[in-house]
């Protein structure tokens, strides 16, 4: 795997790709809770939201949106939408820097900025 490392673009270390389907209310258990996801819609459907019932929010999904968060903190999920959609969601394991030796990273602080 660390052979890929040189010519992996991305700081992200997985990409899914979830066509026409729902997702049920989940956290994501393979990263960590500072690590945010990118998730990006594409397509063509009636109106969508994306929903984190941990902070009561719901945001419109329409295509070309995109949204970052901490997934393995905050539960979230979408419903179901007629037409044709897919989400490229793309997020981080743990088990993949640890197995390339790659540090985790920590929570930020204040004091991490120079001011």
Do not use: K
């Amino acid at each position: 795997m660390s052979s890929i490392l040189l010519i992996w673009n991305s700081v992200y270390t997985s990409i899914s790709i979830m066509a026409n389907c729902t997702t049920p209310y989940h956290r994501d258990v393979n990263g960590q809770q500072q690590w945010l996801d990118m998730l990006i819609m594409v397509g063509h459907y009636l109106p969508l939201d994306f929903i984190v019932p941990t902070l009561n929010l719901q945001f419109r999904y329409n295509p070309r949106t995109i949204i970052t968060m901490p997934g393995s903190a905050l539960e979230h999920g979408v419903g179901y939408a007629d037409g044709n959609h897919a989400c490229v969601a793309y997020y981080m394991w743990q088990n993949v820097h640890q197995s390339v030796g790659i540090p985790l990273c920590t929570s930020p602080h204040m004091s991490d900025l120079q001011l």
